[in-house]
């Protein structure tokens, strides 16, 4: 049997795929052998790569409609073919709710959610003349699962692209399968731009099960999952990425109270 987890041959785009979580993703469908395409604003001054081979780039905002017809024309075009696309271009700077302006919400919205169906409807057109079809995987987040104070329109877009997913699986099948991948904390190299110090990376671990953040190629290891034969009757799901997830303040709260009277908690 050949391995379910060679991707020789098979072209992949990443939205975003140069830096962050992107770059994991990347670099872990260049190890299994892919061909990785990877679309930003602006060209890195390094591209992604591993043990000699190098994704290539393609310039281009997946918030633009007619950028977004572009970068899928020219990876059809250059590549022959596109197999798998992960729409991990995301984000959203912190902003209160009662405070983001209409246009604010309305970038955050585009970027997290109308971007990423602009991009599966092109290359859905692709993969549906394609004799495999291919896998398009969206990377949601736990913000879009529970509250997300300071973000409210980045989470809300998020639970819009897990909907999407649902319904975007049940209208391009069989053809082309359609996942999601809900992530938790994950430590890149732009994790000080969110929990501040080593002090505050560590605070953070504390609040999840498993103890620490997630690496970036952990998120990666799944998105290979969904888009390799191992998931070939998986479409319409969404795989929850978290470490267990947050402990719940209430036990937090609950317990720092009993230990203050001597008592102890059950477990």
Not at 11 to 25: E, H, K, N, P
Not at 174 to 180: D, E, G, I, L, S
Not at 230 to 242: K, N, P, Q, R, W
Request: net charge negative.
């Amino acid at each position: 049997m050949s391995d379910p987890l060679d991707f020789t041959g098979r072209v992949v785009l990443v939205t975003g795929g140069a830096r962050g979580l992107g770059l994991g993703i990347t670099l872990r469908f260049i190890e299994l052998g892919a061909r990785v395409v990877v679309c930003g604003r602006s060209e890195p001054d390094t591209l992604p790569g591993r043990e000699g081979r190098t994704a290539s780039f393609v310039a281009g905002d997946v918030r633009d409609p007619e950028s977004c017809a572009r970068i899928v024309t020219e990876v059809a075009s250059s590549e022959g073919r596109l197999d798998v696309l992960v729409n991990n271009a995301g984000g959203s700077p912190y902003s209160l709710a009662a405070e983001a302006s209409p246009n604010f919400s309305r970038k955050i919205v585009e970027l997290n959610l109308l971007g990423p169906l602009n991009m599966s409807q092109l290359a859905n057109a692709v993969m549906q003349a394609q004799e495999n079809g291919g896998s398009i995987v969206n990377i949601a987040s736990v913000s879009g699962i529970r509250p997300s104070p300071g973000t409210a329109a980045y989470g809300a877009a998020k639970a819009g692209l897990i909907n999407l997913t649902q319904t975007l699986a049940v209208e391009w099948a069989p053809k082309v399968r359609v996942n999601a991948v809900t992530a938790g904390l994950i430590r890149t190299e732009q994790a000080h731009h969110h929990y501040g110090s080593e002090a505050g990376i560590a605070a953070a671990s504390a609040t999840v099960p498993l103890g620490r953040l997630a690496d970036p190629s952990e998120i990666a290891d799944v998105c290979v999952f969904l888009a390799s034969p191992l998931a070939s009757y998986v479409t319409g799901s969404d795989i929850v990425v978290h470490g267990g997830g947050e402990r719940p303040a209430y036990l937090t709260a609950v317990e720092a109270a009993m230990h203050g009277n001597g008592a102890e908690v059950g477990r």
